[in-house]
């Protein structure tokens, strides 16, 4: 299974998990078959709100799952659809949010629990 993480600065498996898909710098995929962890440019970083092709912005890589801080509603969809599923990081390391998703400790995004805007009030769940 290679899980993708949206990442502000890559550290490896010492990158703190960035708190949304749409704007992340970068991207860090673990494989977690093989403990290969790679580095994605993101190709789709200058967007409005709302207009995110996640897709786009993995670059035709094949992930299985979404560890992010948060996410809007159509992003999720179209991973949904994709059949990519998307979960709620911690606080914390990619590290540690792998060990979480192991032990089955993380949420996984429903379509009423994303980000509605990027303003300071606009009832996100992160």
Same mark, same amino acid.
Do not use: D, I, K, L
């Given at each position: 299974m290679k899980i993708c993480f &949206?990442? #502000?600065e890559n550290q490896g498996l010492e990158s703190k998990?960035?708190?949304h898909f749409?704007? !992340? &710098?970068?991207?860090?995929v673990v494989d977690m078959s093989t403990n290969e962890v790679t580095s994605l440019n993101i190709n789709d970083q200058v967007h409005q709100h709302g207009g995110?092709?996640?897709l786009a912005g993995l670059g035709g890589y094949k992930v299985d799952a979404v560890v992010v801080g948060g996410i809007g509603g159509g992003a999720l969809h179209k991973l949904n659809a994709a059949g990519m599923r998307?979960?709620? !990081?911690?606080?914390?390391t990619i590290a540690d949010n792998v060990a979480l998703f192991q032990s089955d400790g993380l949420? #996984?995004?429903?379509?009423g629990h994303?980000?509605?805007?990027?303003g300071h009030s606009?009832?996100?769940?992160h």
């Open positions: &949206p990442v #502000e998990v960035y708190g749409g704007s !992340a &710098p970068g991207f860090v995110c092709n996640p998307v979960f709620q !990081a911690q606080v914390g949420s #996984e995004y429903m379509p994303t980000c509605g805007g990027h606009h009832g996100c769940s």
